[in-house]
C-alpha cells in the first residue's frame, strides 16, 4: 500500500517537475547564464538548456523503472528509491526557480534563498541515507526475532 502512495506522489512530482519546467523556459532570456563568477562565464543557449535539463529529468525519473524491472519482489526498496526520485525532483524544482531568478535581471539578495536549495539538497542526503539504515535496523530486528 505504502509503495503505492509514493508511486502517485512520484507521479505528480513529475506533473509538477515538467510543468515548472515549461514556466521557467517560457522565462529564460535566449542566453542562460549558468554560472557568473569572476571572469569566467558560463552559457548555453535557452534550447539547449531546456534539452539539457529535460533529458536529466527523463533519465532520473526513467530509473523507477528500471529499478522496478530488477527489484521486482523488494518492495521496500522500490518505495524507497521512489522518494529518492521524488526528492531529486523537489532539487529540480528548486534549481530551475534559481537559474531562471538568476537570469531575470532583478536584483536579488540570493543569500536569502540559499537554505532552501541546500535544504532540498540535504533532504536528497537524508532519504539516501534512509535505506541503509532501515536496512540495518530491519535485519537487526529480524536477527533477534529468530
Same mark, same amino acid.
Given at each position: 500500500?505504502?509503495?503505492k502512495?509514493?508511486?502517485?506522489?512520484?507521479f505528480?512530482s513529475?506533473?509538477?517537475?515538467?510543468a515548472?519546467? $515549461?514556466?521557467?523556459y517560457?522565462s529564460?532570456?535566449?542566453t542562460? *547564464?549558468?554560472? !557568473?563568477? +569572476?571572469?569566467? %562565464?558560463v552559457s548555453?543557449?535557452?534550447?539547449?538548456f531546456?534539452?539539457?535539463?529535460?533529458?536529466?529529468?527523463?533519465f532520473?525519473n526513467?530509473l523507477?523503472y528500471?529499478?522496478?524491472?530488477?527489484?521486482?519482489?523488494?518492495? !521496500?526498496?522500490?518505495?524507497?528509491? &521512489? +522518494?529518492?526520485?521524488?526528492?531529486l525532483n523537489?532539487f529540480?524544482i528548486i534549481?530551475? &526557480?534559481?537559474?531562471?531568478?538568476?537570469?531575470?535581471?532583478e536584483?536579488? !539578495?540570493?543569500?536569502?534563498? !540559499?537554505f *532552501?536549495i541546500?535544504?532540498s539538497?540535504?533532504l536528497?542526503v %537524508?532519504?539516501? $541515507?534512509g535505506?541503509?539504515f532501515?536496512?540495518v535496523?530491519?535485519?537487526?530486528?529480524?536477527?533477534q526475532?529468530?
Open positions: 500500500m505504502l509503495l502512495i509514493f508511486k502517485a506522489i512520484w505528480l513529475i506533473l509538477v517537475t515538467l515548472n519546467l $515549461l514556466y521557467v517560457a529564460l532570456p535566449e542562460v *547564464i549558468i554560472n !557568473d563568477r +569572476g571572469a569566467s %562565464l548555453v543557449s535557452r534550447e539547449g531546456f534539452y539539457m535539463i529535460t533529458a536529466v529529468i527523463a532520473v526513467v523507477v528500471m529499478v522496478s524491472y530488477v527489484f521486482r519482489k523488494e518492495v !521496500d526498496f522500490r518505495t524507497w528509491f &521512489h +522518494g529518492l526520485v521524488v526528492t523537489i529540480f534549481s530551475l &526557480h534559481f537559474v531562471s531568478l538568476f537570469n531575470s535581471g536584483k536579488f !539578495d540570493y543569500g536569502r534563498i !540559499d *532552501i541546500y535544504g539538497i540535504a536528497f %537524508l532519504w539516501a $541515507l535505506w541503509p532501515y536496512s535496523y530491519k535485519n537487526f530486528i529480524y536477527k526475532l529468530v
